[in-house]
C-alpha cells in the first residue's frame, strides 16, 4: 500500500481555521468523506494502557544488606511480589479510519439489518 501522509503547517493560517489542527476533528471529517474508500486511511493516534510494573531482581550485596536490617526482610518483599502493580503508558499507534466494507460490495444475503440500519444513518 502506498503510504501518505498529511504535513499541517500552521503559517498563514486564518484564524478561524484552527479547530481543523484537532485530530479528533481531523479523524471526524476523513471518517465522514472517506468512509468506503477502497485503500485503508490511518491516523497516528494515542491511548493509555495499563502495564505490568518490571522491577529489577535484588543484587546479593542489596539481599544481604536486606537481611541486615531489623525492619525489612527479603522474605516480606517477596509476599509483596503476589500483587501485580499496574502503571499507565501511552502507547502510539495507527488507527484505522475507514474499516467499514461498502455494502454494495457484499452479497446481499450476508448483510444483516443492523448492517443495513447503521450504513442508511452514516450516508
Request: with cysteine; hydrophobic share 30%.
Amino acid at each position: 500500500y502506498p503510504l501518505c501522509a498529511l504535513a499541517v503547517s500552521t503559517s498563514g493560517q486564518k484564524e478561524d481555521a484552527s479547530e481543523y489542527l484537532d485530530p479528533k476533528q481531523v479523524e471526524r471529517i476523513v471518517s465522514r468523506y472517506s468512509m468506503f474508500q477502497t485503500h485503508p486511511i490511518k491516523l497516528l493516534d494515542t491511548k493509555t494502557e495499563k502495564k505490568p510494573v518490571v522491577y529489577d531482581e535484588l543484587t546479593e550485596e542489596e539481599k544481604a544488606a536486606l537481611e541486615d536490617d531489623d525492619d525489612l526482610s527479603v522474605e516480606d518483599e517477596e509476599d509483596e511480589e503476589d500483587k501485580e502493580e499496574f502503571e499507565d503508558v501511552e502507547v502510539t499507534y495507527w488507527k484505522t479510519i475507514n474499516e467499514q466494507q461498502p455494502l454494495w460490495l457484499r452479497t446481499p444475503n450476508t448483510i444483516e439489518d443492523e448492517e443495513y440500519q447503521t450504513f442508511y444513518k452514516g450516508v
